[in-house]
């Protein structure tokens, strides 16, 4: 499995993004997918996830301004981020996991994209 995530770059306070991860290899409208993101001198944190059957989970920190989706025919998860700000900047990941629920453990994502910066400005 390989996993292309792109979408990231600098941006002001407000702004939005999307981010996209393509994943190759596997059937992937029977997996879970998530977000993961990683800031300097912090541990990496849980984002979002979204399940095969199209249900999400969101970090506190970002529901209600991030949006997780799927495109089966396309092999892409996408991360929408809106009202963007400072403390989001991170490098964001994009991971598979075969579990069949929500799960925000990283240790239960088994494939793992390259990341992509995030970075915004205040």
């Known amino acids: 499995v390989q996993l292309q995530a792109s979408g990231g770059g600098l941006v002001q306070a407000g702004d939005s993004l999307r981010l996209s991860c393509t994943a190759s290899?596997?059937?992937?409208?029977?997996?879970?997918m998530g977000w993961f993101r990683q800031a300097p001198g912090k541990e990496r944190e849980f984002v979002a996830a979204?399940?095969?059957?199209?249900?999400?989970d969101y970090a506190d920190s970002v529901k209600g301004r991030f949006t997780i989706s799927r495109d089966n025919a396309k092999n892409t998860v996408y991360l929408q981020m809106n009202s963007l700000k400072p403390e989001d900047t991170a490098v964001y990941y994009c991971?598979?996991?075969?579990?069949?629920?929500?799960?925000?453990?990283?240790?239960?994502?088994?494939?793992w994209g390259q990341g992509t910066q995030v970075t915004v400005s205040s």
């Open positions: 290899g596997r059937t992937f409208s029977s997996v879970g």
């Open positions: 991971a598979q996991t075969s579990s069949t629920w929500l799960t925000r453990r990283a240790y239960e994502y088994h494939y």
């Open positions: 979204i399940r095969w059957s199209g249900s999400t």
